[in-house]
């Protein structure tokens, strides 16, 4: 059975652009959360996402963003990049809001 | 979440044992205990979780302390492959939806 995958794995932007993470979820997990992971650090929640609704969110500014689709996948968007968003952002899947978390590889973004 | 204390890292030698402490003298009665791993260039894993009983799994094992104030992951046998670092979490189980809260973790190496 595939994991958790998440598109792409490495990308590059500049300060002041904007970046959509994808990730696919285990099939048959509804619930979607998102973590960044600076390095050196434990990855830091982002969002939850449960049946398509926000269910939590972290310390996060207004910049950030996501959305779960009606197949359970979700996006993570984040505008106005500054160099600090430099970091691996990882999603990870379960079956239900307080289930055994399933993680992807991450996508590794770099702010130049 | 209430917080943990780990040791910053540890070392073993492959195949012997490896004890892994957590502190986490603030926990509440309907906090689990919850130990994720992540590997080099990996996603975390999950490992193992307990409540108030030990633990045992087929990649490790859980001892909690009756206070429950301090817990120790039990790598029977430690392989190359653990080398990685180690998560002691603490997860709410009395809230409609729970999040991980990650620290820096253990960094476990092992030496053949």
């Known amino acids: 059975d595939a994991g958790v995958t998440q598109s792409p794995t490495h990308l590059i932007k500049t300060r002041g652009q904007h970046v959509t993470l994808r990730c696919s979820p285990i099939s048959g997990h509804k619930s979607v959360s998102w973590y960044q992971q600076v390095l050196g650090q434990g990855p830091q929640f982002i969002f939850q996402?449960?049946?398509?609704?926000?269910?939590g969110r972290g310390n996060f500014p207004d910049r950030f963003s996501a959305r779960q689709f009606p197949n359970y996948s979700s996006e993570l968007n984040v505008n106005a990049l500054l160099l600090g968003d430099s970091a691996l952002y990882l999603c990870?899947?379960?079956?239900?809001?307080?289930?055994?978390?399933?993680f992807g590889e991450g996508s590794r973004l770099t702010v130049l | 979440d209430a917080k943990t204390t780990q040791p910053n890292s540890m070392e073993s030698n492959e195949e012997e044992p490896v004890h892994l402490p957590c502190n986490h003298s603030t926990i509440s009665g309907t906090d689990y205990i919850h130990w994720y791993r992540q590997l080099p260039s990996q996603g975390p894993e999950y490992v193992i979780h307990?409540?108030?009983s030990n633990v045992n799994n087929r990649m490790a094992s859980l001892a909690i302390a009756e206070d429950r104030k301090s817990s120790t992951l039990i790598l029977h046998r430690a392989t190359l492959r653990d080398a990685a670092v180690y998560y002691c979490i603490l997860r709410a189980s009395n809230s409609g939806y729970s999040t991980l809260t990650f620290g820096k973790g253990t960094m476990l190496l092992v030496s053949p």
């Open positions: 307990g409540l108030t």
């Open positions: 996402y449960y049946e398509k609704e926000e269910r």
């Open positions: 990870a899947s379960s079956s239900s809001t307080r289930g055994e978390l399933f």
